[in-house]
């Protein structure tokens, strides 16, 4: 029996796609893969933090890809999919400023810090004088009067 044949997982009996894991389902190799991490922490640690920076060192687009995915998806519940239609949406510009973004950094992702719910996609600057103004519209009104009194 191969894994082209159709043949069940020896651990669970499914006959999901198979890995390069001889006769393991992609859940079973998973798990096996999850506990053995889990009883080898140590190990796991020690190899990570040898083998991470010499990887992101070599690859650094795709390291910054997955930096990306892991942030979008951990931070703010968004796919890259759902960032590229934001970002189509606000035509490629930050949603206060309107303008593109020129440091050659992605535009952050601005979101309420009490509900986590993403309003929209700033440039640094942008981005930078909310969180100073804590989120507080009020705050920002005064601002805008304060500059406005000259």
Known sequence: MTPEDGSPCVQCGGTVRYTKAP???VPCSQARSRAWKSR????VA?????YNPVWRKANPERSDEIKLVWVLRTK???SVDDYTDMLES???CCAICEKHCVTGTRLSVDHCHDTMAVRGLLCKKCNSAIGLFGDDPNLL???IHYLGRS
């Open 40 to 43: 080898n922490k140590g190990r």
């Open 90 to 92: 606000q035509g490629g």
């Open 46 to 50: 020690e190899y990570n933090k040898e």
């Open 141 to 143: 009104a005064k601002a």
């Open 23 to 25: 006769y393991s389902c």
């Open 76 to 78: 703010y519940g968004l």
